[in-house]
Nanobody
Framework: QVQLVETGGGLVQPGGSLRLSCAAS????????IGWFRQVPGKSREGVSC????????YYADSVKGRFTISRDAAKKTVSLQMNSLKPEDTAVYYC???????????????????WGQGTQVTVSS
């Protein structure tokens, strides 16, 4: 019902920038909020940022606040993550997914209905 495809990963030096995009397709592509998770081997998955389908408000993890910006293009069914001032600790595989995106009250994000992209590698290294 929903297919998600990430693009935009790569290798960047510390302090550099990358932009990830998540293109949604399928019958239910307009129904859900979309978020970004990242995972490093041996560590638990981290919710990075999400954007609410309803009002476009965003959630950011403390680790990326002020450096990452999430946006959406409803017409293109695309959600993008602009990552600036990248640090080596941002190195991970980044996944987009359908989420419950809580931007008021108890802030946070969690996967919803198990729609995931294939992942894209981001490596921050000199």
């Amino acid at each position: 019902q929903v297919q998600l495809v990430e693009t935009g990963g790569g290798l960047v030096q510390p302090g550099g920038s990358l932009r990830l995009s998540c293109a949604a397709s399928g019958l239910l592509a307009d129904v859900y909020s979309i978020g970004w998770f990242r995972q490093v081997p041996g560590k638990s998955r981290e919710g990075v940022s999400c954007i609410s389908r309803g009002d476009g408000s965003a959630y950011y993890a403390d680790s990326v606040k002020g450096r990452f910006t999430i946006s959406r293009d409803a017409a293109k069914k695309t959600v993008s993550l602009q990552m600036n001032s990248l640090k080596p600790e941002d190195t991970a595989v980044y996944y987009c997914a359908t989420v419950s995106c809580r931007t008021r009250g108890s802030l946070g994000m969690s996967p919803l209905y198990n729609y995931w992209g294939q992942g894209t590698q981001v490596t921050v290294s000199s």
